[in-house]
């Protein structure tokens, strides 16, 4: 489409023009927008109306609104007066809109017959599902059946799911794609907090002197966020900044110390800097003793893994490690961000936790420029996790805490067996081995596509193949996941429906439904009310247990359901957010202004009767009972908890001697299913790549652009090479891509999780997408660059001459 926004090529330049400011000031207003030319008006911009939303393709939460022209999306802008923004759009923001009109969307229900899928009406393919939950109800009962939710539904999506599954069905099996990029974010917080719910706040990058980003790739993944950032350091006062990271970027050229870890080392070198922070003195005593349980046996705990330690297993000189240390150490208002460097890698929750552990002993929170920010993924990865869409109760509740479950019952109208809480919920990763074992028979699917997003996708194929597992899949598009549906339910999408969203630093923001979705496609949460009005499903009284009849009165409820709980919404309404664009929970009558900062006082929700969790241990994973953690925490404290490093088990060798790491691209998002169907985004970033070192392809006979294979021992890729400065001895490719819109011939060899691991965190239970050994070689000269992007971390390095009769790479040390 053409552009009738003079702003700079925003692929080109993906960050925007800077505005600077100092330390303690207002972020500067700069309205982003992008507007398809009218051809009816001679080129001239005619837009309807605007409808509000906010973005859908990060987690960051930037309010947008659509324009809307003869009942059509023509283009977006950013809405100056919101706090997450102040009228800034990611790139994605800019051109993802376009997705929802590409002629391959989804448009009728489809079942398969005969081994054939075929379109269908609602009420047949309904009838279908209900029939099979019936059967497997009266037959081996609610265990047989599970549900895989997204991150990037709606609020009330998510809400009226979980009434479903556990006050309804009665199955623990409900999990979320979140697992698989923010389920340690959750976790960490729980371990150190007590509970979910992010302390700090995007504005805390107003105020902090010291800004550290751990495994957090922010230009990439959370694009204004980071626009934000350089706006302050392009402002007087400008912020330290530290950067974790085994690949270079936009953020390591602008660090002021980039740390490049071997991968799997992520705790090691967390235990290194917290020793010398300790052993230095740069510690808040008196916050420490009035706030925090835990001390003594952290310090214990690290006291053995000075700089030097860290150093032999991370491969960072020590010299760095104690530099990093002292920019911490000395902060006098530390902001620190976290993401999947972290939370994909070995000993996840452990190592996020440390980061956690840092500030407490500092002091560091509840301030302006002082908070912890563990990022999310994705848009509505918050909701799925406030709501108990994602393997924990509804509003932060405790499933081993009886009085939690009889108060979620309460407010069901429903007996607390109803809702099943004899263990803990099942995990994803949990349940896919259920249904590869068999008890596991029906799978509903919506909002995500795990034949390209979960670990080791043959075995992932093999088990949604089964005859025996009845597969639903909830979508837009056809995608690698529907292939194996038994029934595809055409699903409407952001822009198509109405709903509220919360991105990561706990901001609430309201989408309305700009335009119609195409042919029968549904919103997700009438899809939901449909299955449970045709199941019949009551409450305590013999009433509908799922009554409402639209996404506000979901909302409502919700809003009872979260009183009280640490993620209060009941002093929100769809009037609010209309009138005032994005607030942060909690939100109440006595703070009807949202909340900025959480624990600003000391006031943990992590008292024995009122805490998500009573905790695991961070190495074996397994849960504390409540009497162990009131005898740790009976005054509701922070808590520290500790681990002690151990080597990734899967290390590179003499057959596989490099680490494989997998991440994102600022231009994609997931696996594609719509930021691939749009021009500029898609030609931005078309095929896969791998990233290696110069050195690292010298040796091996490869070129940049040249066709290398990947291997592991669990699958082969192929993809061109791109030559950048990551560390040596790593591999890197991204995840996005599946098998949709790949060239014919290409079989089982593009995306990038063929290769990786079936192996989760302890914890959290997240995969480890970053954790693992690989092969490469070389197998075709090529001519031409990588189809990589030159903006961001995946920016080419100059390459020695490849030796074309160089052996293979020595295992690392």
Request: net charge negative.
């Amino acid at each position: 489409m053409a552009t009738s926004d003079p702003a700079p090529d925003r692929i080109a330049e993906p960050w925007g023009p800077r505005t600077p400011y100092g330390r303690g000031g207002p972020w500067p207003v700069r309205v982003d927008s992008y507007l398809a030319a009218d051809p009816d008006a001679d080129g001239a911009v005619r837009v309807d109306r605007w409808v509000p939303t906010a973005s859908n393709l990060h987690s960051n939460g930037d309010a947008m609104e659509l324009a809307v022209r003869d009942g059509r999306l023509v283009g977006v802008r950013g809405v100056a007066r919101d706090r997450v923004n102040r009228g800034r759009l990611d790139v994605k923001d800019l051109y993802g809109w376009q997705a929802i009109a590409s002629p391959d969307r989804l448009t009728r229900p489809l079942v398969r017959e005969d081994g054939i899928q075929r379109e269908t009406d609602w009420d047949t393919a309904m009838t279908r599902i209900t029939d099979r939950t019936r059967a497997l109800l009266d037959g081996p009962g609610p265990s047989s059946i599970g549900f895989y939710t997204s991150g990037q539904l709606f609020l009330e999506e998510y809400y009226a799911l979980a009434v479903i599954a556990r006050g309804g069905l009665g199955t623990k099996h409900l999990d979320g794609n979140t697992r698989l990029c923010t389920a340690t974010a959750g976790e960490a917080l729980k371990e150190s907090f007590g509970c979910d719910g992010q302390p700090g706040s995007y504005a805390d990058i107003d105020h902090a002197d010291t800004i550290a980003l751990f495994g957090h790739n922010m230009a990439e993944t959370q694009g204004v966020l980071w626009s934000r950032i350089l706006d302050r350091i392009a402002g007087p006062e400008p912020p330290v900044l530290l950067c974790v990271d085994p690949r270079p970027g936009p953020v390591s050229e602008a660090a002021t110390l980039h740390l490049q870890p071997r991968p799997g080392t992520n705790l090691a070198l967390m235990n290194g800097l917290l020793h010398e922070v300790i052993a230095h003195g740069w510690t808040d005593p008196a916050y420490i003793e009035a706030q925090v349980t835990g001390f003594d046996r952290l310090a214990r705990q690290v006291a053995g893994f000075p700089a030097e330690a860290a150093a032999a297993a991370t491969g960072i000189p020590a010299e760095q490690i104690r530099t990093a240390a002292r920019l911490l150490g000395q902060a006098g208002r530390l902001l620190s961000t976290v993401l999947q460097g972290f939370y994909q890698s070995h000993q996840a929750t452990a190592a996020a936790v440390q980061v956690n552990n840092l500030h407490l002993i500092r002091g560091m929170l509840g301030r302006p420029g002082c908070g912890v920010l563990q990022m999310n993924g994705q848009p509505t990865a918050q909701n799925t996790r406030e709501c108990g869409a994602d393997g924990d109760l509804p509003g932060f509740r405790n499933w081993a805490n009886p009085r939690h479950v009889e108060e979620l019952a309460r407010i069901w109208n429903v007996t607390p067996d109803r809702i099943p809480h004899d263990g803990p919920p099942t995990h994803l990763m949990q349940m896919l081995r259920l249904a590869e074992e068999g008890s596991l028979r029906m799978l509903w699917v919506s909002g995500t596509n795990p034949a390209v997003s979960l670990p080791e996708l043959d075995r992932v194929r093999t088990v949604l193949g089964q005859d025996r597992l009845f597969l639903v899949v909830q979508d837009l598009f056809p995608t690698e996941t529907t292939e194996f549906a038994d029934v595809v339910l055409p699903a409407a999408g952001w822009g198509e429906k109405t709903g509220t969203f919360t991105n990561a630093d706990r901001t609430v923001h309201l989408s309305l439904k700009a335009v119609e979705p195409p042919g029968e496609a549904r919103p997700d949460l009438d899809v939901f009310l449909d299955f449970a009005r045709r199941m019949d499903l009551r409450d305590g009284s013999d009433a509908p247990l799922v009554p409402w009849g639209g996404p506000e009165e979901v909302f409502e409820a919700w809003k009872e359901c979260s009183r009280g709980r640490p993620c209060d919404y009941s002093g929100l309404s769809y009037a609010l957010l209309h009138e005032r664009g994005g607030v942060q929970w909690p939100c109440t009558a006595e703070h009807p202004d949202g909340t900025e900062r959480l624990y600003t006082a000391g006031d943990f929700r992590s008292r024995p009767e009122d805490c998500e969790t009573y905790g695991r241990d961070l190495l074996t994973g397994t849960p504390h009972d409540e009497d162990a953690y009131r005898s740790l925490n009976p005054d509701g404290k922070a808590v520290l908890r500790t681990a002690p490093y151990v080597p990734p088990p899967e290390q590179p060798d003499a057959d596989h001697p490099f680490w494989l790491i997998t991440g994102r691209t600022l231009y994609q998002f997931h696996t594609r299913t719509r930021t691939g169907r749009v021009p500029e985004l898609r030609d931005a970033a078309p095929d896969m790549w791998i990233e290696m070192s110069a050195n690292d392809a010298a040796a091996a006979g490869i070129g940049e652009g040249d066709l290398a294979e990947v291997s592991t021992r669990r699958g082969t890729v192929r993809a061109r090479a791109r030559i950048t400065g990551i560390r040596e001895g790593v591999l890197f490719l991204p995840f996005h891509y599946g098998y949709w819109d790949a060239p014919d011939g290409t079989g089982h060899h593009r995306a990038a999780n063929e290769l990786t691991p079936t192996t989760w965190d302890p914890a959290s239970k997240q995969p480890l997408f970053k954790t693992g050994a690989a092969r490469i070689t070389a197998a075709a000269p090529l001519s031409g660059p990588a189809p990589a992007p030159t903006t961001t971390a995946s920016t080419p390095v100059p390459a020695p001459p490849p030796r074309r009769d160089a052996g293979a790479r020595k295992a690392p040390p």
